[in-house]
């Protein structure tokens, strides 16, 4: 089977826009919460999100395209954009494009909603607004014409995305692909849904301390926007035109809760199936793995069953493992974090520097694993697990390995 390797990264995060901008800010500790400014969040029980700060899209696309597109998919044209610096394809009909969201055009839907004139309804509403139009953009844009598709699995959609492009190449039905998430919903309605379903952290008062995960203090998630997206090229490819490898993905699993709408099965048993189809498919043994960037929402019900998973697939070797949540940083970005995530799993393996979980200041008994709290640790990551759960029950794991010629 064809190898497949990850040679681009572009970034849009809460704590960064760029890769090198948001890794810093991962190491560092750095919080991208704080009080809503996108809409007058004043009357609601939830006031504090993840905001993404100081994004221009003219700095990435033209005008009229920006105008023409919601802000999911202004995300995802930047972070492909930055993922495809200097690439150079010899046939671009072999290029595909795989972006997942959880929602999609969440302010262009409100908006248009919200119209009360048929008349008015923006005739970019539709084209606005539908999940899979970051990927036909991103395609458009850059002449890509090889397979497109656009996962809509809740918060593993981002995830998904980079398994099908993985897939598609290692299968030999494309060379290339650009995959990864996009999301934007700091918007009224979500987040009163999210708070009235008592998902989100109401720590109003102390935003940038509101996302603990594995914490015995933490009381939910803080809604997070951007986009990660990765160009992933059949070792071939890039090999021919001289690119620089991050890493290596050599395995995905997938499975799914059959549990509940909205909570984990608490035993973890379908999580840690994932783990397992992953690290099979990758054709190692769970001892290899060196480090987890764990889905780690800062939810009760979420941070214990992904503990329990990760010690029903590890075992002893658990407690060796270092693992950690970026979302202590970036908030939780729904469809758009399993892109960042992949991406922080082959930049934790090329700089050798694992992100820590900020905000880990009370041990919680059911959450006692090495979550690198708080500060960035140095080490040799060979092999690197990255988790994405999902509303829905929707399980997905990615394994990256240091690239070996």
Not at 69 to 82: G, I, K, L, N, Y
Not at 237 to 262: K, L, M, Q, W, Y
Not at 345 to 364: K, S, V, Y
């Amino acid at each position: 089977m064809t190898r497949v390797v990850v040679t681009g990264i572009g970034l849009v995060t809460p704590v960064g826009i760029g890769t090198d901008a948001t890794w810093d800010a991962l190491v560092g500790g750095v919080s991208g919460a704080g009080p809503i400014t996108t809409f007058d969040a004043s009357r609601h029980d939830v006031r504090i999100a993840a905001e993404v700060t100081g994004f221009d899209p003219l700095d990435f696309c033209r005008r009229h395209e920006a105008r023409r597109a919601d802000r999911f998919c202004q995300f995802a044209q930047a972070a492909a954009a930055m993922a495809l610096d200097g690439a150079v394809f010899a046939d671009r009909s072999e290029v595909a494009t795989v972006v997942g969201s959880a929602i999609g055009g969440a302010a262009t839907i409100i908006d248009g909603v919200r119209t009360e004139r048929p008349a008015m309804v923006s005739p970019f509403f539709v084209p606005s607004s539908i999940v899979n139009m970051a990927a036909g953009t991103i395609a458009r844009l850059h002449g890509f014409g090889g397979p497109s598709a656009a996962p809509a699995t809740a918060c593993a959609a981002g995830a998904d995305a980079v398994a099908h492009a993985f897939r598609l190449i290692r299968d030999g039905y494309a060379t290339a692909a650009v995959a990864g998430g996009a999301e934007a919903c700091i918007v009224g309605p979500l987040i009163a849904g999210f708070g009235n379903m008592r998902a989100l952290s109401r720590r109003n008062d102390d935003p940038q301390r509101a996302s603990r995960p594995f914490d015995a203090e933490r009381d939910g998630f803080v809604m997070g926007e951007g986009a990660g997206m990765l160009l992933l090229e059949s070792l071939a490819a890039a090999e021919a035109r001289g690119a620089h490898v991050f890493a290596e993905i050599v395995g995905c699993g997938h499975t799914n809760d059959a549990h509940s709408p909205t909570r984990p099965a608490p035993d973890g048993a379908p999580a840690a199936r994932a783990m397992r189809l992953a690290l099979r498919d990758a054709g190692l043994d769970p001892s290899a793995v060196d480090y987890v960037n764990a889905h780690g929402t800062s939810t009760r019900a979420s941070d214990a069953m992904e503990t329990a998973a990760l010690k029903r697939v590890f075992g002893e070797h658990s407690t060796r493992i270092a693992v950690s949540s970026t979302k202590s940083t970036t908030g939780h970005l729904l469809g758009a974090t399993g892109g960042v995530e992949a991406a922080v799993c082959a930049l934790a393996i090329d700089r050798g520097q694992l992100p820590p979980t900020i905000n880990q200041e009370m041990p919680d008994p059911e959450c006692d694993l090495d979550y690198v709290p708080n500060k960035a640790r140095a080490a040799d990551v060979n092999v690197a697990l990255s988790n994405s759960f999902a509303f829905g029950g929707h399980n997905t794991s990615l394994v990256f390995r240091r690239f070996e010629g």
